[in-house]
Structure formats: C-alpha cells, structure tokens
C-alpha cells in the first residue's frame, strides 16, 4: 500500500466511528418509534466537546491525561492492521493479531488507570468491571481467530480475510459462522454494549465503561468517546471483513461494499439493543463463557 493509501485508511478510522455511532442511534430511536437525534448527531457532540475547556481534579496526575490520549492512539495503531476495503491491511506482518488484541488491552489498561487516578469509588468499580469483563472476553477473541488460523494457515489478519472468502464460506461455512457468533459477543462485550453495558445510562452502580468518565470534560472526553467510537469501528471492521465477502472488482466497489457492511452491522447491533434487556453482572460471564464455548467447538469441528 501507497503511504497516500494508509493515510486515507486512517484518516477514515478517525472519521467514520461517529456516522457508525449514530447508525446505532437512528436504528433503536426508530425501534422505539421515536424520530431520534439526526445521524450526524455524534459528529456535532464530538466538535462541542473539542471547544470547550477542561475542568481537572486536585487528585488527577499525568495518567488521567494520558488515558484519553492513549486510548485514540491505540485504536488508530489498531485500525492500521486491519484491512478495511483494501485487499491488505497498510501494517501485516506474522503474529499481527496478537498485537492487535493487546492494543486495544493497553488502551484499556490506560482507561482504567485514568479512573482509578480520580480517587473516585464508583469510576474504581467501574474500572474493576471493564478489566474483569476483558478477561473473560479475550479468551473469546483468540479462539475465534485461532479457527481462521487453522482454516487460513495464516497468523496474519490480512491472511485471515483473503479474497476468497466465499471460497472459506463453502469449505468450513460452520465453523466460521461459529466463530463470527462469538467476535460479535465480544464486539458487544468489549464495547460496553448492550446486552453488557447500557451506554446511554447514567445510573453508577450500572455503567461500565460511562462511570469511567464522570470525571472527564471538554476535550478530553471527547478523546475518550472518539477512542471508544473507533475501538467499536475497527472490531466490526475485522468482523465484517470475516463474515462479508467483498466483491471482485474495481477498488471503489470494494470500499462501497465495506461501507454499506459496516453501516448494515449498525443497523444489528441497534436491534440487538433495541429488543434486549442489559443482563444482570452475574450472567455476563455465563454468555462470554458461551462465547468462548462457540470458537472451541469451531475448532473441534476442523480439527476432527
């Protein structure tokens, strides 16, 4: 790839996550019957956000800086290892998925820290939620890439989501569906989504990843909501590019393809939200078990 190339592929890893946030917006306001905020909502709160000032606490060190500023930087190193409408990701190289996994778990590790910095309780048990529920999600995650790595013979993400993929679809259809079943429970999971996580509550003792950011303002927490927009971005990314096959053809036909994907994935995961309840903390483990579950009977079927 051109550096012209990856510039643009991370230009749009910053700026498309807030059209995808507001799909999800538009999709369960008119779920619920409501005409809801327009689609370029989250775009007008991020620029409102980025003008104001910042208002810090006596408590707060370098690291709630850092938190935020970590966070977007992570998930744009991320952004670059997955291919979005290209036939190869801007950075591939063997072992890549282990470093894409563990970026985003330095972005959280830096999350976290910026909330314990505050002194605050309830940012400190939202911080001990985030990390417990990451744990059990990243068994998950590996699992199912390590059933595209037995189908794949590769240890790269680019080489995970080859051309062929409808070829990948008619030799090992279920194991694959099997593993696109449980990236998407740890998309949610890792998201903060429901049925995990409800982002737009403001109740403490329910929040998540939001009770992390009670004490963020200006723009800070508009860094931090960009991170989080993006982290949502690229993981769909590397689940579309896994479920979806991207037409043979002109490369703008490629990336109108990837978009309408990442736009129609959306679209589910605001239905999802729109005809789920949040689960009690006591059952989220039982589905990221489940999930995990899924990827190892994947394997169980390709290995057999």
Same mark, same amino acid.
């Given at each position: 790839?051109?550096?012209?190339?990856?510039?643009?592929?991370?230009?749009?890893?910053?700026?498309?996550?807030?059209?995808?946030?507001?799909?999800? @917006?538009?999709?369960?306001?008119?779920?619920?019957?409501?005409?809801?905020?327009?689609?370029?909502? /989250?775009?007008?709160?991020?620029?409102?956000?980025?003008?104001?000032?910042? *208002?810090?606490?006596?408590?707060?060190?370098?690291?709630?800086?850092?938190? /935020? *500023? &970590?966070?977007?930087?992570?998930?744009?190193?991320?952004?670059?290892? +997955?291919?979005?409408?290209?036939?190869?990701?801007?950075?591939?190289?063997?072992?890549?998925? +282990?470093?894409?996994?563990?970026?985003? =778990?330095?972005?959280?590790?830096?999350?976290?820290?910026?909330? %314990?910095?505050?002194?605050?309780?309830?940012? =400190? !048990?939202? =911080?001990?939620?985030?990390?417990?529920?990451?744990?059990?999600?990243?068994?998950?995650?590996?699992?199912?890439?390590?059933?595209? +790595?037995?189908?794949?013979?590769?240890?790269?993400?680019?080489? $995970?989501?080859?051309?062929?993929?409808?070829?990948?679809?008619?030799?090992?259809?279920?194991? &694959?569906?099997?593993?696109? $079943?449980?990236?998407?429970?740890?998309?949610?999971?890792?998201?903060? #989504?429901?049925?995990?996580?409800?982002?737009?509550?403001?109740?403490?003792?329910? !929040?998540?990843?939001?009770?992390?950011?009670?004490?963020?303002?200006? /723009?800070?927490?508009?860094?931090?909501?960009?991170?989080?927009? @993006?982290?949502?971005?690229?993981?769909?990314?590397?689940?579309?590019?896994?479920?979806?096959?991207?037409?043979?053809?002109?490369?703008? %036909? #490629?990336?109108?393809?990837?978009?309408?994907?990442?736009?129609?994935?959306?679209?589910?995961?605001?239905?999802?939200?729109?005809? !789920?309840?949040?689960? #009690?903390?006591?059952?989220?483990?039982?589905?990221?078990?489940?999930?995990?579950?899924?990827?190892?009977?994947?394997?169980?079927?390709?290995?057999?």
């Amino acid at each position: 790839m051109t550096p012209l190339g990856a510039i643009a592929h991370l230009a749009l890893a910053v700026l498309l996550p807030p059209l995808l946030l507001g799909v999800i @917006q538009r999709t369960k306001a008119r779920m619920a019957g409501r005409r809801g905020a327009p689609l370029l909502q /989250p775009y007008y709160d991020l620029a409102k956000l980025f003008s104001k000032g910042i *208002v810090l606490s006596r408590t707060t060190t370098w690291v709630f800086l850092a938190g /935020p *500023v &970590v966070a977007v930087a992570t998930a744009s190193l991320a952004s670059l290892l +997955v291919p979005f409408g290209e036939k190869a990701a801007p950075v591939s190289f063997a072992g890549d998925l +282990v470093l894409f996994a563990y970026l985003f =778990g330095l972005g959280r590790f830096f999350t976290v820290a910026a909330a %314990l910095d505050t002194g605050s309780s309830f940012e =400190g !048990m939202g =911080g001990a939620r985030e990390a417990t529920f990451s744990a059990l999600a990243e068994p998950a995650l590996f699992l199912s890439l390590l059933v595209l +790595v037995i189908v794949r013979q590769s240890f790269s993400l680019s080489g $995970l989501v080859g051309e062929d993929q409808s070829a990948l679809w008619a030799t090992a259809g279920v194991p &694959v569906a099997l593993a696109c $079943l449980s990236l998407f429970v740890v998309l949610l999971a890792e998201n903060s #989504r429901i049925p995990f996580d409800d982002p737009t509550t403001h109740l403490e003792l329910t !929040m998540i990843h939001e009770v992390m950011l009670l004490d963020h303002s200006g /723009p800070l927490l508009g860094l931090a909501l960009l991170g989080a927009a @993006q982290k949502l971005l690229v993981q769909s990314a590397l689940l579309v590019r896994i479920a979806v096959p991207l037409p043979d053809g002109p490369e703008p %036909l #490629r990336w109108a393809a990837f978009l309408a994907a990442i736009l129609a994935l959306g679209v589910v995961i605001g239905l999802v939200e729109s005809t !789920m309840a949040r689960l #009690r903390l006591r059952q989220v483990p039982m589905l990221l078990i489940a999930a995990s579950l899924l990827s190892a009977f994947g394997m169980v079927l390709l290995v057999r």
